[in-house]
């Protein structure tokens, strides 16, 4: 077990001496989880390949699940990246520092065990004050998300010190993180560019702004795996918590209302069946299921599917501390951020995917 040490910091004003004394155990071979925007990362310093190593120890990651280069600069872009297409100056112009991340062609410095023995690397600028100071400090960081692998990513401190006490050398505190959802992530090189995983950054605003259709393979949506992972969150199972999930989905949501009582009719199969089971909703269809008497989860209002995805892994981790059998989660329409609920939501089921509209 590792003597993790714990320094909470202000998330927009973080303290001086705190940044710099990480940067320099970083720079000597240090973990460390560190907060963005999206959730906390378990990071090391990019070229030092025995603390990369110790990320995938730390999680019990796959060695061929790549990690994402965080970078605060455009300069260090091209330490980590060659052959940098011109259309990155219009994504680093209009999205970053932001949620989104890009699969470019790796540098020989960058090790193997970032990128998972490929030739591409994902490369991002993350939009926290606390993540940017450090890597200004330290250079570029690779990191995944600081959590054991395959379980909810970590958006609070206590979500970070339930996974990573114990196995990181520093935990940075910030308070939670501000979207709650990983980055999306696109393959740049591909033409059209394809989506390789949802995520903050709604597909729709990056067609927007480069004028380009994005590819949106299967995989991305979430009902299968991909056979090769070119970035994290597209091959091995994700987000799940230890309680199994059923992912209710429809064909239409325009009346949630309706459609709920369609997912009450699965609960109360199930609780006929003598099962403990939770729901987990929204907050137009919450009161639906009152009279089952059983525990509810509410996720936000469907009327602001960011408040739904910034909720989405706190609440999958509270289902593991309320003693159910199962939880049926309600769908939401595969639009903008819908698209990477659903994702996350399909891959943490292990695909026990329902169509309450043939059920």
Same mark, same amino acid.
């Given at each position: 077990?590792?003597?993790?040490?714990?320094?909470?910091?202000?998330?927009?004003?973080?303290?001086?001496?705190?940044?710099?004394?990480?940067?320099?155990?970083?720079?000597?071979?240090?973990?460390?989880?560190?907060?963005?925007?999206?959730?906390?990362?378990?990071?090391?310093?990019?070229?030092?390949?025995?603390?990369?190593? $110790? %990320?995938?120890?730390?999680?019990?990651?796959?060695? +061929?699940? /790549?990690? @994402? =280069?965080? #970078?605060? $600069? %455009?300069?260090?872009?091209?330490?980590?990246?060659? +052959?940098? /297409?011109? @259309? =990155?100056? #219009?994504?680093?112009?209009?999205?970053?520092?932001?949620?989104?991340?890009?699969?470019?062609?790796?540098?020989?410095?960058?090790?193997?065990?970032?990128?998972?023995?490929?030739?591409?690397?994902?490369?991002?600028?993350?939009?926290?004050?606390?993540?940017?100071?450090?890597i200004d400090c330290s250079g570029p960081i690779a990191a995944p998300s600081a959590n054991i692998s395959?379980?909810?990513?970590?958006?609070?401190?206590?979500?970070?010190?339930?996974?990573?006490?114990?196995?990181?050398?520093?935990?940075?505190?910030?308070?939670?993180?501000?979207?709650?959802?990983?980055?999306?992530?696109?393959?740049?090189?591909?033409?059209?560019?394809?989506?390789?995983?949802?995520?903050?950054?709604?597909?729709?605003?990056?067609?927007?702004?480069?004028?380009?259709?994005?590819?949106?393979?299967?995989?991305?949506?979430?009902?299968?795996?991909?056979?090769?992972?070119?970035?994290?969150?597209?091959?091995?199972?994700?987000?799940?918590?230890?309680?199994?999930?059923?992912?209710?989905?429809?064909?239409?949501?325009?009346?949630?209302?309706?459609?709920?009582?369609?997912?009450?009719?699965?609960?109360?199969?199930?609780?006929?069946?003598?099962?403990?089971?939770?729901?987990?909703?929204?907050?137009?269809?919450?009161?639906?299921?009152?009279?089952?008497?059983?525990?509810?989860?509410?996720?936000?209002?469907?009327?602001?599917?960011?408040?739904?995805?910034?909720?989405?892994?706190?609440?999958?981790?509270?289902?593991?501390?309320?003693?159910?059998?199962?939880?049926?989660?309600?769908?939401?329409?595969?639009k903008g951020i819908g698209i990477t609920i659903m994702n996350r939501l399909i891959k943490a089921s292990g695909y026990r995917v329902v169509d309450v509209d043939t059920d």
């Amino acid at each position: 077990m590792v003597l993790t040490k714990v320094h909470s910091v202000d998330p927009l004003n973080p303290d001086e001496d705190i940044i710099d004394r990480c940067c320099k155990a970083i720079l000597n071979g240090a973990i460390i989880v560190f907060p963005t925007e999206t959730v906390y990362g378990l990071g090391a310093y990019v070229y030092n390949v025995e603390a990369v190593r $110790k %990320i995938f120890i730390a999680k019990s990651r796959p060695m +061929d699940n /790549p990690l @994402i =280069v965080h #970078i605060s $600069k %455009i300069d260090q872009l091209y330490e980590i990246a060659i +052959d940098v /297409p011109e @259309i =990155v100056n #219009i994504i680093a112009e209009n999205f970053w520092p932001g949620p989104l991340t890009i699969l470019l062609r790796k540098n020989r410095s960058v090790p193997k065990e970032v990128s998972g023995g490929l030739d591409t690397v994902a490369v991002r600028m993350p939009a926290h004050p606390v993540a940017l100071k450090l890597i200004d400090c330290s250079g570029p960081i690779a990191a995944p998300s600081a959590n054991i692998s395959g379980r909810p990513s970590p958006t609070s401190p206590y979500h970070v010190l339930v996974d990573m006490f114990g196995r990181a050398d520093i935990i940075l505190d910030a308070g939670e993180t501000f979207f709650g959802v990983e980055s999306t992530i696109i393959d740049i090189l591909s033409d059209p560019p394809k989506l390789l995983r949802p995520g903050a950054m709604p597909i729709e605003k990056i067609e927007e702004v480069l004028n380009k259709r994005i590819e949106i393979p299967v995989f991305a949506l979430g009902y299968k795996e991909s056979e090769k992972a070119l970035a994290p969150g597209m091959k091995y199972k994700h987000y799940a918590p230890k309680t199994p999930l059923i992912i209710a989905k429809s064909r239409d949501y325009t009346d949630c209302r309706r459609y709920a009582e369609k997912v009450k009719k699965i609960a109360m199969d199930l609780i006929a069946r003598g099962r403990n089971i939770a729901v987990v909703a929204s907050t137009e269809t919450a009161d639906i299921y009152i009279d089952l008497n059983i525990k509810i989860f509410v996720l936000g209002s469907r009327k602001n599917l960011f408040e739904i995805a910034k909720n989405l892994f706190g609440v999958l981790r509270e289902l593991d501390r309320s003693g159910v059998d199962m939880a049926i989660v309600e769908g939401y329409p595969e639009k903008g951020i819908g698209i990477t609920i659903m994702n996350r939501l399909i891959k943490a089921s292990g695909y026990r995917v329902v169509d309450v509209d043939t059920d």
